[in-house]
């Protein structure tokens, strides 16, 4: 197995740019898929994007893609999501999580999890 840590949140104004990171311990961090999720306050967890074993396999939630974008460095057990254009509804706590092998959307998929970290768009 492997065990997620986030890191990179924090408070920006709408329309900046942040990059959040994700480092894995364990062992074969190659062969997980790779996801990000979020959880705005009073709201259920939901599926930000994705990245597969093969890492040209990814997958955007709808409100993300073309400003979101996902990539993994297995070198250095990492996934990142680079965000841009940021709007104050993608505040929330975003979770990095891990699967074997296929991307998958739900969360109830990942047995895998890191604590979270916060991010804050500001108007």
């Known amino acids: 197995q492997v065990r997620p840590v986030e890191s990179g949140g924090g408070l920006v104004q709408a329309g900046d740019s942040m990059r959040l990171s994700c480092v894995a311990s364990g062992h074969l961090f190659s062969t997980y898929a790779m996801g990000w999720f979020r959880q705005a306050p009073g709201k259920e967890r939901e599926f930000v994007a994705a990245?597969?074993?093969?890492?040209?396999?990814?997958d955007y939630e709808d409100s993300v893609k073309g400003r979101f974008t996902i990539s993994r460095d297995n070198a250095k057990n990492a996934v990142y999501l680079q965000m841009s254009s940021l709007k104050p509804e993608d505040t929330a706590v975003y979770y990095c999580?891990?699967?074997?092998?296929?991307?998958?959307?739900?969360?109830?998929?990942?047995?895998?999890w890191g604590q979270g970290t916060e991010v804050t768009v500001s108007s």
């Open positions: 999580a891990a699967r074997p092998r296929e991307i998958g959307y739900q969360p109830w998929k990942y047995n895998n």
């Open positions: 990245i597969g074993e093969i890492p040209r396999d990814t």
